[in-house]
């Protein structure tokens, strides 16, 4: 929608962003966080149009204010998915959520998952609680909205922090062939880089070696030279992907290389194994 001004300019369209959490009259520390971020977002640009989705407890009923569009019952899992139906056949743009693990239903507010799994529109999500030790499920919940959203939020540097560490338990075991066959590259022919490059490439760095894709990168992604975030890999060009599901059986399939690597052909190889391993987990889990 495109407004009018009174001597009939146009003026920036309207932009309607939903705010999915609890929220007041509901008692809940979410809930006023809720409230209080749509209505700054409000005062800071006059062209938000604020609708709330609300997380509501099925044994209970609020008398919401006119911002409530819908409510989710924590509990009924099949709500998510309508909630979802309903962002996508609005005008809303973007989804704003609000995740604390006790506030959606299903194990370890599991069912947020099937709101993204319907979702078609561009969603952030603030994570109000970072956990240092994450269950499985837990850990999956988190890595299957950072898969589906443009953006994770985090209140501060230790949850960042926390955050990144349990990013690279993804690496729980690693395996890794062919390395003295890319040592003998003349990309590594210095001792100095070699060195370099074998650190990072021992477990405890291999994170830092080979980055997860973040939040609307896609499945797999391909970190050429200088992208990469890490020094001692910028002679070197990453192709990763990563496989599994739900469940928290996870892994990544990765080929490192220099720059002059085959590209067609490497990214051809790790979406090939990756499909090998979807199958084998999906027979595993059968």
Same mark, same amino acid.
């Given at each position: 929608?495109?407004?009018?001004? &009174?001597?009939?300019?146009?003026?920036?369209?309207?932009? +309607?962003?939903?705010?999915?959490?609890?929220? +007041?009259?509901? =008692?809940?520390?979410?809930?006023?966080?809720?409230?209080?971020?749509?209505?700054?977002?409000?005062?800071?640009?006059? =062209?938000?149009?604020?609708?709330?989705?609300?997380?509501?407890?099925? /044994?209970?009923?609020?008398?919401?204010?006119?911002?409530?569009?819908?409510?989710?019952?924590?509990?009924?899992?099949?709500?998510?998915? /309508?909630?979802?139906?309903? *962002?996508?056949?609005?005008?809303? /743009?973007?989804?704003?959520?609000?995740?604390?693990?006790?506030?959606?239903?299903?194990?370890?507010?599991?069912?947020?998952?099937?709101?993204?799994?319907? !979702?078609?529109? +561009?969603?952030?999500?603030?994570?109000?609680?970072?956990?240092?030790?994450?269950? *499985?499920?837990?850990?999956?919940?988190?890595?299957?909205?950072?898969?589906?959203?443009?953006?994770?939020? *985090?209140?501060?540097?230790?949850?960042?922090?926390?955050?990144?560490?349990?990013?690279?338990?993804?690496?729980?075991?690693?395996? !890794? &062939?062919?390395?003295?066959?890319?040592?003998? &590259?003349?990309?590594?022919?210095?001792?100095? /880089?070699?060195?370099?490059?074998?650190?990072?490439?021992?477990?405890?760095?291999?994170?830092?070696?080979?980055?997860?894709? =973040?939040?609307?990168?896609?499945?797999?992604?391909?970190?050429?030279?200088?992208?990469? +975030?890490?020094?001692? %890999?910028?002679?070197?060009?990453?192709?990763?992907?990563?496989?599994?599901?739900?469940?928290?059986?996870?892994?990544?399939?990765?080929?490192?290389?220099?720059? =002059?690597?085959?590209?067609?052909?490497?990214? @051809? %190889?790790?979406?090939?194994?990756?499909?090998?391993?979807? &199958?084998?987990?999906?027979?595993?889990? @059968?």
């Amino acid at each position: 929608m495109t407004r009018r001004t &009174e001597h009939g300019r146009s003026s920036a369209p309207d932009l +309607p962003i939903a705010f999915i959490g609890t929220y +007041p009259p509901r =008692r809940c520390g979410i809930a006023t966080f809720t409230r209080d971020l749509s209505d700054a977002v409000i005062a800071a640009d006059r =062209r938000v149009r604020a609708t709330v989705l609300a997380v509501t407890d099925a /044994r209970c009923t609020y008398p919401y204010p006119e911002r409530v569009r819908l409510e989710i019952r924590q509990g009924i899992q099949g709500d998510y998915a /309508r909630a979802a139906e309903f *962002v996508n056949d609005s005008d809303i /743009r973007l989804v704003s959520i609000q995740h604390e693990y006790g506030i959606f239903g299903g194990d370890d507010g599991a069912h947020i998952l099937d709101f993204f799994s319907h !979702l078609r529109q +561009p969603a952030v999500v603030t994570l109000h609680t970072v956990l240092e030790y994450p269950t *499985v499920s837990q850990r999956a919940i988190v890595q299957g909205m950072a898969e589906r959203c443009q953006r994770l939020i *985090v209140m501060s540097q230790l949850a960042l922090d926390l955050l990144d560490s349990v990013e690279g338990e993804w690496f729980g075991e690693s395996y !890794l &062939e062919g390395l003295p066959d890319m040592l003998r &590259e003349p990309e590594f022919a210095e001792g100095e /880089r070699i060195l370099e490059l074998l650190d990072l490439l021992e477990q405890p760095n291999l994170p830092k070696a080979i980055p997860l894709p =973040r939040a609307g990168q896609g499945k797999l992604t391909v970190i050429i030279g200088s992208e990469h +975030p890490h020094d001692a %890999m910028r002679q070197c060009s990453v192709v990763i992907s990563r496989y599994g599901g739900a469940s928290g059986l996870r892994g990544t399939i990765s080929v490192v290389g220099p720059t =002059r690597m085959q590209y067609r052909k490497a990214v @051809s %190889m790790v979406r090939y194994m990756d499909s090998i391993m979807e &199958e084998l987990l999906e027979a595993y889990l @059968s």
